[in-house]
C-alpha cells in the first residue's frame, strides 16, 4: 500500500493520536508488517476502552489494528501495545505476532534471512538475528 496509516474513524485527530500513531508506525515497519492492501470495514460502536472489531487505521494502543505481516504473508490483527518494548522489571524486546512461523530464537536465521529477502532492515533490538547474520559471514 503506498499511503500511510490514518488515524481510525473512531479516534479523534488530536495531537495526542497523531503523536501515538507517529510513534508506533516505525516500529510496525521495523516488524515487517504494513497495511492491509484490502482494506476491513470499521466496528461500529467503539469507544475508548471497548470494542469488537479490527480497524483499518491506527486505533489507539489498546484496540486490534488490520495489518499485514510481510514475513509471514498473513493478515494479523495485533494490538499496538503488543508491539512496543517492554521495560522495567522485566525488559524484553517487541515481539513477534502470535503464529508467526520467523517468530523465536530458534528460526533467527530464518528471520534473518527473510528480512534480507524482503530488503528489510533487521531491527537493533533482534540480536539473534543479527548474531547468525554474523555467523553465516564467518
Known sequence: MTSGPSLSSFLPDNKRNRDSLAAVWPRVLELGYALRAVPV???????RTR????HQG?????HRWALHCLL??????PYPS????RTGKNPAP???HKGC???GPGRAQ???ARYIALGLPLPDWDKDARAAVAALAA
Not at 509471514?72 to 490483527?77: L, N
Not at 503488543?82 to 518494548?85: I, L, S, V, Y
Request: negative net charge; proline residues 9%.
Open 58 to 62: 491506527y486505533p489507539g494502543s489498546e
Open 51 to 54: 470494542c469488537a472489531g479490527v
Open 94 to 96: 517487541p515481539r513477534r
Open 82 to 85: 503488543h508491539m512496543r518494548e
Open 41 to 47: 470495514d470499521e466496528p461500529e460502536g467503539c469507544t
Open 110 to 112: 530464518a528471520r534473518a
Open 72 to 77: 509471514c504473508a498473513v493478515d494479523i490483527e
Open 101 to 103: 512461523k520467523f517468530s
